[in-house]
Structure formats: C-alpha cells, structure tokens
C-alpha cells in the first residue's frame, strides 16, 4: 500500500495533479488554442511529467472532453439545485433564475464559453456525441420548464421539443458571441437578452395545427 507522504495520501495527490492538468488545459486550450496546444506544454503548465499526464488522460482530446463535460455539469446542477428551492409556479420567476444562475455560472470564467462553444467544436466523434447529450439534456430541462407553466395555466399546452432545441442553439449562438466581443458585453446583458426570447418562445400562441 502507498503511503502517504507529507500528510497528502496518494489519491490525494493523484486528484491534485489531475486537477492541475484540468486547470493547464482550460488555460491552453482557450489560450493558444486546442489544436495547437502540445501535451508537453499541458505537462509544463501543470508541472507534471509526460508519464503523469498519460496515466490520467489518453490524449488531450480526452482532457478535452472532461472539461467540456465539467462546464456542463457545473452549471447544469447549480440552475437544478437552484430550481428545486424556488417555491412558485411562475413561469417569468422561474426562468429568471434559471437564465440568471446559468449565465453566471458559466461566464464566471470566459475561457469556459470559449472552450464549450468554440475549442470543442468538431475536434472528434466522441466530443461531438457528448455535445449533442448535452443539448439534450439542457433541452429537456427546458421542455420540462415550458410544461409545467402550461400545467399551471401561463403557457399554451402544446409539445415543447422542438422550441426547446431551437433555444438551446440560440443560447448556445449569443454565448459565443459573448466569448468572441471586443469590447466584452456585459453578462447582464446576454442574460436579459436570452430571458426575453425563452419567454417570448414559451409563451407565444398555440398554432391551430400544434397539438398537446
């Protein structure tokens, strides 16, 4: 058994050096850009060596993939938790927050738009299939919202899918052009921009030939 050396066990120092080279990524990958980032320049970064990034990570696609899915899953349980505590059915109060706590959570650093939305694009099949459960995902959560303001009487009853989908593609478009803005917009403002049209969306009339 290994044992632990300066009072840290080794699978505490295993999960720092992987952190390190999760932060080393997020840095490089936003910063010189992913394609032209050398894993030996990950390993400098993260002050490891070669041998230890390998034994964390089978390429710096896979780093690659591990922090696209940690933004994700950052944000995706903080506006989830967050929801679970608000006690009304309003249908603007709810998606406020929403909106508010995602926007927040995810520019609280602008390299993370910039990997999710511009780094991770097309690398590979794996990361292309994980961006697409992601959209999924933050889509259901979206038509999960939209029906239960229908149930409640603030919303049309109708199928949400497809509204759902589109409004993940435009949050995902207007973040992007967060990332890209010289000089940078205001958070605020992307989060109000966005809350306007996912209200608008949800909330506009029933077509005659929509059905519930």
Aim: glycine share 4%; charged share 25%; proline share 3%.
């Amino acid at each position: 058994m290994a044992r632990a050396y300066g009072g840290i066990s080794p699978e505490q120092r295993r999960a720092q050096r992987r952190a390190r080279l999760l932060r080393a990524g997020l840095a490089l990958f936003t910063g010189t850009g992913f394609a032209a980032t050398r894993i030996s320049e990950l390993c400098r970064e993260a002050g490891v060596s070669t041998r230890t990034f390998y034994e964390e990570f089978a390429s710096k696609e896979e780093l690659l993939r591990e922090l696209h899915d940690l933004i994700n899953a950052t944000a995706f349980a903080e506006v989830r938790s967050t929801l679970a505590a608000l006690e009304t059915e309003d249908l603007v109060s709810r998606v406020t927050t929403l909106l508010d706590v995602f926007v927040r959570t995810v520019t609280a650093d602008p390299r993370a738009p910039r990997l999710n939305y511009v780094e991770a694009v097309g690398v590979n099949a794996e990361i292309e299939r994980q961006h697409v459960r992601w959209v999924s995902t933050w889509a259901e959560f979206i038509e999960s919202e939209a029906l239960r303001a229908a149930a409640a009487g603030t919303a049309p009853r109708r199928s949400y899918r497809l509204t759902a989908i589109a409004l993940v593609g435009a949050i995902t478009g207007l973040l992007r052009e967060w990332q890209a803005h010289e000089p940078p917009l205001a958070a605020d403002e992307i989060a109000a921009e966005i809350r306007e049209f996912v209200l608008a969306a949800i909330t506009r009339p029933q077509r005659a030939s929509q059905t519930t």
